[in-house]
């Protein structure tokens, strides 16, 4: 049987730093392998989805349900590519956790969490104008259309001052 270099390297890490460790360091790599398949079948059954919306949308009629799918299909795509960011991410090499990094500069940091807070402020006026277009609706369809970009727009928020604050842990 011929040996590969790759199989040489790990017989030769073997022996280097024992079985123990170099067991443990296997299995790492297999959980990095069974996290990419996962997020990679994820990111499939989101594409999936986006095409049935797709071809769904072209078929009824009712506005309220092309509107509904199209919710749909545009949350179906960003989480597609969420998974892909994190896809390539992990096959780049990220620190040991997403957030595990700091901001090169003092004023990078600043920059971003102006920006950040620029946001929320933008957040919040989306959040209120949602609600106010609520309340002067009885449409059933529309309110519960609004509340669902209302819903959206506090999940948005919230993440946004997630960001802020772990920024803030982080410092400069």
């Not at 011929?2 to 390297?9: C, D, L, S, V, Y």
């Not at 092309?66 to 919710?71: A, F, H, V």
């Not at 090499?93 to 946001?119: F, N, S």
């Not at 519960?144 to 970009?149: A, F």
Request: charged share 30%; aromatic share 6%.
């Amino acid at each position: 049987m011929i040996e590969t270099r790759a199989i040489k390297n790990i017989r030769n890490l073997i022996r280097f730093i024992g079985f123990t460790q170099a067991s443990e360091l296997m299995k790492m790599g297999s959980e990095k392998d069974e996290l990419l398949a996962l997020l990679e079948k994820h990111r499939q059954i989101e594409l999936t989805n986006v095409e049935m919306c797709q071809e769904k949308e072209e078929q009824f009629k009712s506005a309220g349900v092309n509107l509904t799918l199209y919710q749909i299909r545009m949350d179906s795509t960003k989480h597609a590519q969420i998974y892909q960011t994190l896809i390539d991410m992990i096959k780049g090499g990220i620190p040991k956790y997403l957030w595990d990094y700091r901001i090169d500069r003092y004023v990078g940091q600043v920059a971003t969490e102006r920006v950040l807070e620029k946001h929320v402020e933008l957040e919040k006026e989306m959040i209120q104008g949602a609600g106010e277009a609520i309340k002067r609706t009885d449409d059933p369809g529309i309110k519960m259309t609004l509340q669902h970009i209302v819903e959206d727009e506090k999940r948005h928020h919230k993440m946004l001052l997630d960001i802020i604050k772990h920024l803030h842990e982080l410092g400069p």
